[in-house]
């Protein structure tokens, strides 16, 4: 397959100050430690008044924009690619053309929606898309609010979450090979990772104090960590069997689970410490947010240069695993 874009910009957003573990355990009534000793996140932010999914959705997407020194003028599409609803209709990508008013005339926007591999999914959506040339500049955005559906009587999954969002902006380019797709669906653990209510079999207005907790995050969080174990690893042989490039300098960002799925991620995949980004002790879980967080990061901080080859990587409910390969 052939990548048929090139980054023109990133940029990202983190509401509020950093949360610490220790608050965190003085609100929801967990032990000092518990935290560090169970999730290892040190630190989260959270989406709260004044900031919403729209308003930060709007700073990462302008700080994309002066990353790329353009406007919009220049964009054709916006995909967005959060698991967070603003509302469930309209989409969220009208909802962000709606921030920036008669400027966004000349665009266009749909959802896609994977959960925490919503931002790879987009990614692959829009490279075939500008393949075909009906676009020229696609801009993705993710915008997380994912502890305000918290469950605290699962701190295991909720002690992880954290808020923020990431928006990258892409122009069609020359073709060039070294582009690679891998996704997988294991539906056998669909029940494993879910938010039951809001949709159509649990409406919200059935929403009582009794079935309360269906309407919050909940995670098999071992059960899933056992299905990465044993799935992602051969996902990842077959791509690096697929590659014709030396792929020894591969930058692997995976998604941020948790600081120590991703370590023992790594270590089950053979990957150094400097090849593998996990800053997830640093900032949580952001969803779909997290990759394209930590592809600004690494930009702005120069911890990348053009033309690296790097390995997407995540997993998502569903049970969904995907892997995308590109030059940065």
């Known amino acids: 397959m052939n990548q048929n874009f090139q980054i023109l910009g990133t940029g990202s957003y983190l509401p509020g100050k950093g949360v610490s573990a220790a608050e965190i355990e003085q609100r929801t009534g967990l032990e000092t430690g518990w935290i560090d000793q169970h999730t290892a996140v040190k630190t989260r932010y959270e989406c709260v008044a004044p900031d919403s999914l729209r308003s930060m959705a709007k700073k990462a997407i302008e700080r994309c924009l002066e990353n790329a020194k353009t406007d919009w003028n220049q964009i054709d599409l916006v995909i967005d690619c959060s698991t967070s609803l603003h509302q469930p209709i309209p989409c969220n990508a009208a909802t962000i053309l709606s921030l920036f008013g008669d400027a966004t005339a000349n665009a266009t ?9 919503g931002f790879l999914l987009g990614l692959n959506v829009a ?111 077959r791509m690096m069997e697929r590659m014709e490039d030396d792929v020894q300098e591969l930058l692997v960002i995976p998604h941020q689970a948790s600081p120590k799925a991703v370590e023992l991620i790594r270590r089950r995949l053979g990957y150094s410490e400097d090849q593998f980004i996990n800053v997830a002790a640093d900032y949580g879980n952001m969803a779909a947010a997290s990759i394209s967080f930590v592809i600004d990061h690494l930009r702005r901080n120069q911890m990348c240069q053009q033309n690296d080859q790097v390995l997407l990587l995540g997993t998502s409910a569903g049970y969904s695993q995907a892997g995308l390969i590109f030059r940065i």
């Open 109 to 117: 926007g749909f959802d896609v929606h994977g959960t925490c591999l």
């Open 127 to 237: 490279n075939s898309l500008l393949a075909h040339g009906q676009y020229q500049r696609i801009l993705l955005v993710a915008s997380e609010a994912t502890l305000k559906a918290a469950n605290w009587k699962e701190p295991e999954s909720a002690s992880l979450l954290g808020d923020g969002a990431a928006a990258m902006l892409i122009g069609r380019s020359t073709p060039r090979d070294g582009f690679l797709f891998e996704h997988e669906t294991f539906s056998e653990h669909y029940n494993e990772c879910s938010v039951r209510g809001g949709g159509h079999e649990l409406p919200v207005f059935e929403y009582s104090d009794e079935n309360q907790d269906c309407y919050k995050f909940q995670m098999s969080g071992p059960k899933l960590f056992r299905t990465a174990m044993n799935r992602l690893p051969a996902m990842v042989k």
